[in-house]
């Protein structure tokens, strides 16, 4: 039996590492709260840019706020494209403050799986997303270029206007300050008062708790489908240098399909036996590799 708990442990060591680093990278990006200064840190993540305890930017925040302020966003985009190249989604599994909140809440749930074709096919809609929300982005700067300001159009949003589906900047912007200057109510008096509450409030509450709630059925279903950033990244990871490999002499496919078991992203591992795993879903955390009692999955650069 102790040797079954040891074995146990010693193959899941990378996700040990992986939630470790998960843990202290949150505790980094949010350090602020611990007395650690803000850096110029540009990392291909969602972090939040209204939160004051924040130390470091993300990629795609960074990448608004230039664009709608009518700036060329050169660093934002050159960390999301060589990001992209080199190590695709990693930082989505390893560093992005929402997909840990997302792995704990699917890690106590009830993993449901979602068809192979479904689940690329909604990747599509990630995409999409990101493409609207560029062209947003590009409308505002255009307009700012040529002194016809349309922030007006987009109301609070016209900086960030992704923020209004983003979790993380609900969770950490919204609702930090919600709870900072104390709108909560208090009595039943203000109870009755939320109603009145604008409907972009409740409308990014809803998104919150569902971004976080369907978590319990399907794992990182928001970083699979909706995340801008995580579509955007997507597209280049398919190309990128550091990639998992499934050995065909090892792997016992279809007998075994572990790997495919575990995947929070829902990728059919087995569909890439002899080849690397070049799907746009794929975030390198490697869990397929912890599980897999043959060894036949390998990290290749």
Do not use: H
Request: charged content about 15%; aromatic content about 16%; hydrophobic content about 50%.
């Amino acid at each position: 039996m102790v040797k079954d708990d040891k074995k146990s442990v010693l193959r899941c060591r990378i996700t040990i590492i992986r939630t470790a680093i998960q843990i202290i990278s949150f505790l980094l990006i949010f350090g602020g709260a611990f007395g650690f200064a803000a850096s110029f840190i540009v990392l291909p993540i969602m972090a939040p840019a209204g939160n004051p305890y924040t130390t470091v930017m993300g990629a795609w925040q960074l990448m608004e706020l230039l664009l709608t302020a009518a700036i060329f966003p050169f660093i934002a985009l050159v960390i999301i494209l060589l990001g992209s190249i080199t190590i695709g989604r990693t930082f989505c599994a390893w560093v992005c403050p929402f997909g840990f909140i997302s792995d704990v809440v699917s890690y106590i749930g009830k993993k449901k799986w979602v068809p192979r074709k479904t689940n690329q096919s909604l990747f599509k809609l990630s995409v999409y997303i990101a493409l609207f929300f560029l062209f947003i982005d590009f409308s505002i700067a255009y307009n700012q270029a040529i002194g016809q300001s349309i922030y007006s159009y987009f109301g609070e949003f016209y900086r960030e206007p992704s923020s209004i589906i983003e979790p993380s900047t609900i969770m950490f912007s919204l609702l930090f300050w919600y709870f900072y200057w104390r709108l909560y109510p208090t009595n039943i008096e203000a109870i009755s008062n939320l109603i009145n509450y604008s409907p972009y409030f409740w409308f990014r509450i809803i998104v919150l708790v569902l971004a976080i709630l369907v978590n319990y059925y399907i794992p990182r279903w928001w970083c699979r489908w909706i995340c801008p950033l995580g579509g955007l990244m997507g597209i280049g990871a398919k190309y990128k240098l550091m990639k998992v490999y499934v050995d065909p002499k090892m792997c016992l496919g279809a007998q075994c399909g572990k790997c495919t078991r575990v995947c929070p992203m829902g990728i059919n591992v087995m569909d890439y036996i002899g080849k690397n795993i070049d799907n746009p879903l794929c975030t390198t955390c490697l869990m397929c590799l912890d599980v897999c009692p043959y060894n036949a999955i390998k990290v290749k650069i």
